[in-house]
């Protein structure tokens, strides 16, 4: 599989490999290299030793003194188009070169040549820089600013100051963050006012615990989070390109539909990718989708939900997982030749909260005819599982979910009522325009890979390698 980023048609591309310069792009990581690229690639709150958060980004000059020159691949018109002497220029590309660890231009007499490990941080800075100004431009859609007063407010950006704002983002606390960032309180709050001067809006407010992101703050974190993301996407596709396979995969899968194919998914992912790391989150598809969007995770496993195109992400189904009606074994209608809906409105129900695909199947079965007693209302696959076990009640669930129960306790069966007239599939959801790395990428294989579609239908990987 072709890694991201490395420059197609190099033996070093072919090997999977980085040149580390063009007399040496074979030789192998040093031990000491090996470690010190490791490091650099771990995401907040990973890191070794006691570096803040997010201490692994670069300093925002030395990513635009870097984008300049690989826009001009010169270092004297990079220099002129930042309005910085050259040798201020040439300082920073080497402190960058220094933090990744490999040489991101190669010098010649036709000029400077990006290098593997340079035309994947290009890539990435590109994205970067857009998501910055895209940041910006959110903020300041109601007041109409044209692109040159958009450009030199995204250049007073700091790191600082993204850093600050994306803590007080993720902790609910400015008090929280200072802690985080070892910085005192009012140095910080005198920090992100100067941000709200900057962008010319609010974007934090005082509550209960202290002072935390507005609904405006919350959107300027979002796309900073996702421009952030794409350095971090940068280090892990350098490390893919050295063969050092580590990395993060923050998927969500929800509550109920979702648990059992990514158990079986993520101990193939992890038993090919011993170093790279999985942080599953459990939630239910609306607040997964928000964190979807925030870029807190860049998978979501689930039921099929057909979001909105104003949502701005993409649904792919993965495999068809019939909705079954489950009970407890030996259930009254278990002994039944045949089950209409009366039957089943004899007995009380556990279901789907309103608006979540199951609660559409119940909801289509019994139309308007009599309803049963429905007390219960939950996401909870145990509480589902428990609450049938000791009763006769009965709820929707998945085929995959009754086939997870059966290896958990077995405790319950599906009613010979055949197929449901609402359809079930388990669907991936993904940002629209999102650019994998390589290992997120290999996690999107294996999960379409390992997910067998139960009517024949044709593989669901052809349609993300289609993607």
């Known amino acids: 599989m072709k890694r991201h980023g490395v420059a197609s048609g190099t033996d070093s591309a072919k090997r999977g490999t980085i040149a580390r310069a063009d007399v040496i792009a074979s030789t192998p990581l040093g031990e000491a290299e090996t470690q010190g690229f490791m490091k650099a690639s771990l995401p907040p709150g990973r890191r070794t030793g006691h570096d803040e958060p997010y201490s692994y980004l670069p300093s925002l000059p030395q990513i635009r003194a870097f984008h300049s020159v690989a826009e001009s691949r010169s270092m004297s018109l990079g220099a002129i188009d930042l309005g910085r002497s050259q040798p201020a220029v040439t300082q920073a590309i080497a402190n960058l070169e220094a933090s990744f660890g490999v040489p991101l231009f190669l010098r010649q007499r036709s000029g400077l040549i990006l290098t593997d490990a340079g035309l994947i941080l290009h890539n990435r800075v590109r994205r970067f820089f857009a998501e910055l100004r895209g940041a910006v431009i959110k903020c300041g859609g109601d007041r109409g600013w044209k692109a040159s007063q958009v450009d030199v407010i995204a250049k007073r950006l700091t790191k600082s100051l993204i850093v600050a704002l994306l803590l007080i983002d993720e902790y609910g606390s400015l008090g929280h963050a200072a802690k985080l960032l070892n910085q005192r309180e009012a140095a910080l709050r005198k920090a992100v006012r100067s941000l709200e001067s900057d962008l010319e809006t609010t974007l934090f407010k005082r509550g209960a615990h202290g002072i935390s992101t507005n609904a405006q703050g919350k959107l300027l974190a979002t796309r900073l989070r996702l421009a952030v993301r794409e350095l971090e996407a940068a280090h892990e596709e350098m490390n893919a390109g050295f063969g050092i396979e580590t990395g993060r995969i923050l998927v969500g899968a929800m509550i109920l539909a979702g ?27 609306d607040v997964l989708l928000d964190q979807l969007k925030r870029g807190a995770i860049d998978f979501a496993v689930g039921l099929q939900n057909h979001p909105t195109p104003a949502d701005n992400v993409l ?23 045949t089950i209409n809906t009366a039957h089943l409105a004899q007995y009380d129900w556990v279901v789907a909260r309103p608006g979540a695909t199951r609660r559409a199947a119940f909801d289509h079965l019994f139309g308007n005819g009599p309803r049963p007693n429905a007390q219960v209302e939950t996401h909870s696959f145990v509480t589902i599982v428990m609450l049938l076990a000791d009763s006769d009640a009965i709820a929707v669930m998945t085929q995959s979910e009754l086939i997870l129960e059966a290896k958990l306790g077995g405790n319950l069966v599906a009613l010979d009522v055949g197929p449901l007239e609402t359809d079930s599939r388990m669907a991936v959801t993904t940002r629209r325009g999102w650019m994998p790395t390589y290992l997120q990428d290999a996690f999107a294989h294996c999960l379409h890979d390992h997910v067998p579609d139960v009517n024949g239908s044709p593989s669901a990987d052809d349609a993300w390698r289609a993607r």
């Open 259 to 285: 648990n059992h194919l990514l158990t079986s998914v993520v101990q193939r992912f992890t038993s090919r990718y011993p170093h790279a790391r999985v942080s599953v989150l459990n939630a239910t598809y």
């Open 315 to 337: 649904e792919q189904v993965i495999a068809e997982d019939p909705f079954v009606l489950a009970v407890r074994r030996g259930h009254p209608l278990t002994k039944r030749s």
